[in-house]
């Protein structure tokens, strides 16, 4: 007798796939619990190839099959899978969407139907099971079912809960965090190359300096302030930098530009 599917995927893009990794390597999980669709049959092939398995031959065999379903697909297609999925949803069913932009109000309404659903905004270094998710429940959905969404987002990180108020604020913060990052380890590249270093040391130095940093500021017990003042000599190296970085008005630009995401996001929002 065949296992019972307890998980759906509906979409089987990279964040999908990360997720199903996670939840596989962490054990949270068996692979013969899990289902995955996609309408492009190259992609759910590599994915169910990859993972061992199982696709599904529709959307609505996912929904059918699964008693939590997680939507995985880009903003703009959720109304129409919402459209088709629609007669096989159920009252006892768990919905988790990760589209962004896409509100709760929205998917309920197109349902037609009050069903606990959880609301996530990964961002790309779950891809690396290193991600952090904001989860933001609806008011159908219980602790259990909070609980349950934390554990298939704990598989690839870790996880917070705020209200779904505040996923434009998560999103211009952690979910385009990692872009501001990326940006700021090839200026420093860039930096190092001008000073004389090869580029490859250079990209050697700024990652495993990004990545030992934010390993000590999530171990540390100290505020990120004093973990500054620990590296910051008076009169040395990094105080000359930091009055640099202070002299062109940091902490402005880096709060200019959250706003501008955020902003961005609370635009993109209002479309649906």
């Known amino acids: 007798m065949s296992a019972r599917i307890e998980l759906g995927f509906i979409g089987a893009g990279n964040m999908a796939g990360a997720l199903i990794k996670g939840l596989l390597t962490s054990g949270a999980y068996g692979r013969e619990t899990l289902i995955v669709f996609d309408r492009n049959a190259s992609v759910l092939k590599e994915r169910a190839d990859a993972h061992a398995i199982r696709p599904?031959?529709?959307n609505r065999e996912?929904?059918?099959e699964s008693p939590v379903v997680v939507l995985a697909v880009k903003p703009q297609n959720m109304q129409e899978l919402l459209e088709e999925i629609r007669p096989e949803v159920r009252d006892d069913h768990l919905f988790i969407s990760i589209a962004a932009g896409i509100p709760l109000r929205l998917i309920r309404d197109i349902l037609g139907r009050d069903i606990p659903m959880v609301r996530v905004m990964p961002n790309t270094p779950a891809l690396v099971l290193q991600g952090i998710s904001a989860l933001a429940p609806n008011e159908m959905a219980g602790p259990d079912h909070l609980a349950l969404a934390a554990k298939i987002f704990d598989a690839v990180g870790q996880t917070v809960v705020v209200a779904e108020s505040m996923m434009d604020a998560v999103?211009?913060?952690?979910?385009?965090g990692p872009g501001y990052l990326f940006r700021m380890m090839e200026c420093l590249?860039?930096?190092?190359?001008?000073?004389?270093l090869d580029r490859e040391i250079a990209k050697r130095l700024v990652v495993?300096?990004?990545?030992?940093?934010?390993?000590?500021?999530q171990e540390s017990k100290d505020p990120l302030s004093r973990l500054r003042e620990m590296v910051t000599s008076p009169g040395g190296t990094t105080e000359a930098g930091l009055a640099a970085f202070n002299g062109m008005g940091l902490e402005e630009t880096i709060c200019k530009a959250i706003r501008a995401a955020y902003e961005r996001s609370l635009e993109l929002g209002r479309r649906f």
């Open 189 to 196: 590249v860039d930096a190092g190359v001008g000073v004389g």
């Open 208 to 217: 495993q300096t990004f990545v030992g940093a934010a390993r000590l500021a």
């Open 56 to 58: 599904a031959g529709s």
């Open 62 to 64: 996912v929904v059918r």
């Open 171 to 176: 999103t211009a913060l952690s979910g385009s």
